[in-house]
């Protein structure tokens, strides 16, 4: 990796300067800048191409601490999910206006994680925390809707009810529906 992606990331967040920020590491494909209060990192992963930058408070006597994701601060502000993937660019000389895109979005989304703003970080943890529990719900979701056809098909009615019941809050109208069914229909 050249000294290019270096100049491109110092460029376009060249604002943090302004911020009290200060670059404190690099290595091929990251750059850190550092406040007394915060940090933000840009990172390009050079196998898959992507391009994210993470915000996060400095750490305390020397304990790790947490650090979010950009499309963690953007979704926490309520952009939608669809707008805020990381890009994946595998060639460096098309890197610049995605660099450019990050460091905007940083500054449009991240002011109070820029200054260190403690409560700020508090919420993106809930959000995070909220975010992976209901990736944790349509799992359990999707296994048991799975275990449910196969059971309907046999119609182990006991079986459906006992799946369904697991996850009643989460069910849709016509999940709902096949419940009733199974519960009038099942043995016993």
């Avoid at 290019?4 to 990251?30: I, K």
Wanted: aromatic letters at 10%; charged letters at 30%.
């Amino acid at each position: 990796m050249s000294s290019r992606f270096f100049g491109m990331v110092e460029r376009a967040f060249s604002f943090l300067d302004d911020a009290g920020f200060r670059r404190s590491e690099s290595e091929p494909g990251l750059v850190t800048f550092e406040s007394d209060r915060s940090f933000v990192t840009v990172n390009w992963d050079l196998r898959s191409g992507e391009l994210e930058a993470f915000i996060g408070m400095v750490p305390r006597t020397g304990r790790a601490q947490d650090e979010y994701s950009l499309a963690d601060v953007m979704g926490a502000a309520g952009v939608p999910q669809s707008d805020c993937k990381p890009a994946q660019i595998a060639d460096e000389s098309r890197l610049e206006p995605f660099i450019e895109m990050l460091a905007n979005n940083v500054r449009t989304y991240a002011q109070p994680g820029l200054t260190g703003d403690r409560m700020y970080f508090r919420r993106l943890e809930t959000f995070r925390s909220a975010k992976a529990d209901a990736y944790m719900r349509e799992m359990k979701l999707s296994r048991v809707r799975t275990a449910v056809e196969k059971a309907w098909h046999d119609r182990q009615f006991d079986v459906v009810v006992s799946l369904y019941s697991s996850v009643e809050e989460d069910l849709t109208e016509s999940e709902v529906r096949k419940l009733k069914y199974a519960q009038q229909h099942r043995s016993g």
